[in-house]
Every structure is written in C-alpha cells, then in structure tokens.
C-alpha cells in the first residue's frame, strides 16, 4: 500500500471526479460482493459453509444475463439470477444437508461445474462474441443526489442498490430480533439444542442454504447486468470467495459485511480512478490489492475472525 | 475427507451389522481372503462408478447442447490415445501426477491446500526467468537447480497460509485460495516486466532452448519430468504408509487434539505438510515447463489443480492408487482439446465433467456407506442376490435372516 501513499502525494488523486468515480465505482464493484456476502452470512450462521458459492454467483450471473438479454428486462434477468443461484444451492441442500455429505467437496465441485457450464453454454450460444446490455436505470433521491461526491455516486443508482442497504437492514432485525434468527444461530452454533428446543435443524439449514445461494445469484446477476453489462466466462474472478472471507472478519453481522463489502468494492474498482488521477499503475498489481487486503487484515486480525463450531458438519439426528 | 462424515443413527442398531463375520477356531484363510478381495472389488467399483456416472451425465448434456456424444468421447481417445497422441498424454500427466501427490499428502492431514494455482504460477514464472540466465551451467546442474528453484518458491508461497493454520488455526482454505489469487498476479508481474523478452511484442518469456530442456527417454517424445512423477508418487506412498512422518499426518488428520496428546508438534506438523505439498506443487511446474513449454506467457494459467482435486479422493489419499486416475484425466484432458475443437465447444466442459465426478463421487461414498452399515430397505434374498447375482442360489445365508 505504501506506493500508494507515495502517488498520492504526487498526483491530483483527490479531485472531485476521482473520488466520485472511487466511490461510485466502489459501489458498482462492491453491491454484488455486499449480496453475495450477506447471503453466506445467514448460512455460515446456520452452519452451512458455501464453498459452490462462486459457482452459484457464475450461474446466476449467467442466466440473469441470457433473461435480461432476451426479455429486454432488468427486472426479471434479477429474478432469473435468483433462481440460478437457487437452483447451485438446491444441490447443496440435497446433498449437504438432508444426505450429510461433505459440504467443501460438493462445494468445491459446484463451484467447477459452475464455471464450466456457464463458460460452455455461453461460448454455444454467442461463440466468441459478447452481447451488451443497455445502461441500467437509475433512481435519483431528489435533493440527495446533490451533495458533491457521495452524491451522484450514493444517491443515484439503480433502485436494487437501495433494495441491497435495506435488506441488510433487515437481516440485522431478523437475526437479532426475531425466532428465525435465534433458530439460524442455534443450527450453527449447537444443533442438538435446536432439534431439542423441538425446531427442525434440517428445515432451518436448508432455506438458510437457499437464501445463500438465491443471493449470491442475484449478485452475480448485478454482476453481469449492470457491473459489466455482458457476461463473460469466470466473470466472478474469485468474488465468491471474497465474499466467504469478508463474512468470516465481519463475524457475521450484517452491518459489518456492508462495510466490508464496500472497501473491497473500493479496492476492485480503484483502477478506474487511478487512471483518472492520471497514475500510470499495473492492472496485476491493482487485481491484486483486494487479495492482498484481505491476507493483511487475516494477518492483523486473525484471532478475531469467527465462524460457529457446527459449521460444515453435518446434522445427523442422533449422532454423536 | 468424506470419510469423517458422522456414522448414521442406525448404525447403533447391532443386529443391523452383517458384514463383519466373527472368525471361527478354524480360522479358515480362504474365507478371510475372500472378504478381502470383496472389499478391494468393492472400493474398486465405488471410485469407477462416479467416473462413469460423469461421463454418462456429460454425455446427456452434450445431447441437450445438440453434440453428438458419441463422436465427443471417440475424439477424446483419438486425441488422446491414438497415433502417438499418447506420449502427449503421459507429458501431460506428468504435472497433474506432481500436483496430485502434493494434495494428497496435505489432505491426508485433513488440511486444505487449495492454494496450488498460485504456487505453480510462482514457480513457473521464475524458472523461465531464470533458465535463460543460466545457460553457461551443465545441462544436468542447471535442471536440478530450476527444479529446487521452482519447489523453494512454490513451498515459500505456502508459509503464509502455513503459519496462519498452525499458530491461529485460521481456515486454510480461505487463506490458501487469496494467496493463489496473489501469486497468479505476481506471476504476471514477473512475466510483463523483469522476465519478458524484449524482442517479442506479446508480453512473453525468453524461450527455453531445446538442448536446456529435459531430455526425452530415448525412443519417445516423453520427457524424463514423468519418471520423476512417478518416482515422486512411489517416494510419497512409501513416506505416507511407512513411516512416523505418514503416521503423524494421519494422526493430525484424524484428530489434531489426539495428535498433540500424544506427543507430536502439530504446530511444525502443520507447516512440514503445507511445505511438502508446496514443493511438490513446484516440481509440477518445473517438469511441465521444462519439459513441454519452455516459456510461459502472461495470464497464462492451465489450472491444473482444480482438475486433480476429484482424483486425490478417488484414490483413497493413495498416492500409487491415483497413477491410474490421473492417466486417465491425462487421455481425457488431452483429447479433450480436439473434442471440444470439434465439437465447438469450449474446453470448460471438462469443468463440467471434473464437477460432475465430485458430485456422484459424494453421493456414491454415502450409498456405500450406507451399505457398508447394512442399511438397506430390500428383503435378505434379493440382498444377496445383488451381493453375488452370478451364484446359483438355493438357500438364503442364516445370518441374514436373523439380521432382519
């Protein structure tokens, strides 16, 4: 990071246009992350790690495409998205959590046949041409978009962005206030008592699971629809697993992996903006930062990361 | 591993255990042969089956893509078998075999190096940095030297992940897979600056001269890098079955508590497994770009290891028993590229089918293991019917019936 500094120092990097194309595009990267984050968040809670979750981000990035392209819709390429990832996380829920089988290889397997059935399908249907989708809507907040910098960059996107803040708002509330959110937090940290307590850790497990991959499908599909506007094949780039990583140091909470997300949306977009600033730096070396960011702040934070002791094992009635 | 799933309820039930006869005074060596050679048939049909299962479900899908199946699998075995494209299998097997014995001893450790893509990457860009620097050495020196190059940068590129798991059991897998991210663009660094050849306009790597490249068995195309992975594969089955070091892995792998009560450091354990399974990952990427490419370009990145992961388990952690496997993905991936040539498709689909194989083999594990605890819903005799379909059958075997 210390080059950084170094080319701050030197170059305009703190003009109103680079800060707001920063921010912006800060949000652009950072709203699929911020989904797909908060989607793990609710199952890692519930005691399911989602390693398919790059896979079902890609399926749902992918059939979120191919619907908005041909019914010339947004709205329903999101729906679509949805259900793309629903559909990865539904093998999930078979295989992990009703059978018991190890949740890193089916995982890890989703993930595979996830990138490799949207890179083929793709590359049937268009062969080496890709499609773009027209500029997505946005929805200004009058009087709000004004305000120099977070302005134009906070208050005028596309009205999913907002629907994104809320529902993060509303996770806190479930997950705080609310039976469900006591029983998803109970299947990750000690099922027996929730089967006990007379819940079922199957049921619990598995629309926790659903909800994960629903989405990290729609934030594929934000990805692929109004990030990029075309889909291209391993469009995610390891997103899915930022989003793991950004829910481990968020321990969960939802305000947290809000905040995360956003400073990792930052550090994927920067390059924009240090192009704008006129600094002249190596696409490896900014690919790079996020990953890099995230091995830092395991590095500094490592003892505070959590994960619930049920997670990736398998409920069994009545096992010991 | 798939192994240390929980054993279902049922399995306390004792009258449900049929499998596990008790000896009898005669101790009859026959019988206990035959239950041997049962259980090899057994594990035997259980790894193949998945792979099978894959291939039948990737062809469906390829009929669904409106390919011809058939014509796909028959290029895969020209490609990959027919008219000496067979030797191109068996150098290609060379680096999936080194990757494989790499994650087989990490896994056995019930550690996930999932990190392998970055360290080959590391690895590769700075052997083909260095080679062309020096030249002026004996062949043999210089080989030997670029193979400890590549397995010292390829293991250092684990120590971060290593040292993280052993002093606060941060998830490797996590840890692991950001490193990979990063190596791959330091690999890139590598390629597009110290390392590119000026002369070339295409960000690449000097190119490896024929006469510094390993030399080919005599006879064949092959290069010497593939006897090096199977010695590689013989040396670990024999470290990991034979001595304290295999024993300690498994201990840690079973039970890391165990592991330190009874006295073995798992804290340098730990750091031991991700160094090995590093270097090892290192020596891939030396035999396959001193023996195939002799150069590397930039975003170059063949992804060997996300291939292998299905045939480390197939195999049991067996580091003999995935030889056959890996020859097997060898043909496939190899034939694959004029497959999917053919077909117009794109090479990915051996994604799908590496995905496919993951996903039947976990659903296979769990049938097996449901048998394996007797827990089946059909009636004694069509149960041994299915046990052994080609016995005349007169009588239904006593401890059967009792075990209903």
Redesign the interface.
């Known amino acids: 990071m210390m080059p950084l500094l170094h080319f701050a120092a030197a170059s305009n990097i703190f003009s109103r246009a680079v800060l707001t194309s920063l921010v912006g595009g800060g949000i652009v990267a950072g709203v699929p992350l911020m989904f797909t984050a908060l989607g793990e968040s609710i199952s890692e809670r519930a005691g399911v790690l989602n390693l398919g979750l790059e896979g079902m981000m890609l399926l749902g990035a992918y059939i979120g495409f191919i619907v908005a392209f041909h019914m010339h819709s947004q709205t329903l390429g999101f729906v679509a998205g949805i259900g793309g990832g629903a559909i990865g996380a539904l093998i999930m829920v078979i295989l992990c959590v009703w059978l018991g089988l190890d949740q890193i290889v089916v995982g890890i397997a989703i993930t595979l046949a996830g990138e490799g059935i949207t890179s083929v399908l793709q590359g049937a249907e268009f062969g080496s041409s890709y499609p773009r989708l027209g500029a997505p809507a946005t929805a200004a907040i009058p009087g709000l978009d004004k305000i120099p910098v977070l302005g134009p960059s906070l208050f005028n996107q596309p009205v999913l962005v907002y629907i994104g803040f809320a529902f993060a708002g509303f996770l806190v509330w479930l997950f705080k206030r609310t039976n469900i959110g006591l029983n998803l937090r109970a299947a990750g940290e000690k099922p027996e008592a929730l089967d006990a307590a007379g819940v079922s850790v199957i049921a619990t497990r598995s629309w926790a699971a659903l909800a994960t991959g629903g989405l990290a499908g729609l934030g594929g599909a934000y990805l692929s629809i109004v990030g990029a506007g075309v889909f291209t094949p391993f469009i995610t780039q390891g997103q899915g697993y930022m989003a793991i990583v950004i829910t481990m140091l968020a321990r969960g909470k939802p305000g947290w992996v809000l905040v995360g997300s956003f400073l990792f949306g930052i550090s994927l977009s920067i390059a924009t903006a240090l192009q704008l600033a006129g600094v002249n730096i190596s696409i490896d070396v900014i690919n790079m930062l996020p990953f890099i960011a995230i091995i830092l702040a395991l590095v500094i934070f490592a003892r505070r990361s959590y994960l619930p002791p049920a997670l990736a094992i398998p409920y069994i009635r009545g096992a010991r | 591993?798939?192994d240390?799933?929980?054993?279902?309820?049922h399995a306390a039930e004792p009258t449900d255990v049929v499998e596990v006869p008790t000896p009898d005074f005669e101790g009859r060596p026959g019988h206990v042969r035959s239950r041997r050679v049962a259980a090899t048939r057994d594990l035997l049909i259980r790894s193949l089956i998945p792979v099978i299962l894959a291939l039948v479900a990737g062809g469906l899908?390829l009929l669904i893509?409106g390919r011809d199946p058939i014509s796909f699998y028959s290029d895969i075995w020209k490609g990959g078998v027919q008219q000496g494209s067979w030797e191109d299998s068996a150098m290609r097997g060379a680096p999936l075999l080194l990757i494989a014995v790499g994650l087989t001893v990490i896994f056995r450790a019930n550690i996930?190096n999932?990190g392998y893509d970055g360290q080959f990457l590391v690895g590769a860009a700075l052997i083909t940095g260095l080679a062309p620097r020096i030249v002026s050495t004996p062949n043999a020196v210089s080989l030997t030297l670029l193979f400890l190059v590549a397995m010292a940068a390829a293991a250092a590129w684990t120590l971060?992940p290593a040292l993280?798991k052993a002093?606060?059991q941060?998830?490797e897998?996590?840890?692991t897979?950001?490193?990979s991210?990063?190596g791959v663009?330091?690999a890139?660094?590598l390629v597009?600056?110290p390392f590119q050849d000026p002369t070339v306009n295409i960000p690449q790597t000097r190119v490896i001269p024929l006469n510094r490249m390993l030399p080919s068995i005599p006879g064949t195309r092959i290069h010497v890098g593939v006897l090096v992975a199977l010695a590689a594969a013989f040396i670990a089955h024999f470290v990991l079955t034979r001595t304290s070091f295999g024993l300690r892995l498994s201990v840690l792998g079973a039970n890391p508590r165990a592991a330190a009560h009874v006295g073995v450091n798992v804290r340098r354990l730990i750091v031991t497994a991700f160094l090995v399974s590093g270097a090892l990952v290192g020596a891939a990427a030396a035999a396959d770009i001193l023996g195939v490419w002799g150069y590397m370009r930039a975003n170059w990145n063949p992804a060997y290891g996300?291939?292998v992961?299905?045939f480390v388990?197939l195999a049991r952690l067996n580091a003999l028993a995935v030889i056959p496997f890996i020859a097997f993905f060898a043909v496939l991936s190899t034939g694959g590229d004029l497959a999917a040539a053919n077909a117009?498709?794109?090479t990915?689909?051996?994604?799908?089918?590496?995905?496919?194989i993951?996903?039947f083999?976990?659903?296979i594990?769990?049938l097996g293991r449901r048998r394996d605890l007797g827990a089946t819903y059909l009636t004694p005799g069509l149960r041994s019917a299915l046990r052994n379909p080609f016995r005349r059958r007169t009588e239904i075997p006593e401890e059967e019936v009792t075990a209903q």
């Open positions: 591993m798939t240390s799933v929980s054993v279902p309820a899908l893509l996930w999932l971060v993280l002093r606060f941060t998830n897998i996590i840890t897979l950001m490193m991210f990063i663009g330091v890139n660094i597009k600056g996300d291939t992961i299905p388990f117009n498709l794109s990915d689909f051996l994604l799908v089918l590496v995905g496919l993951l996903l083999m976990t659903v594990e769990f």
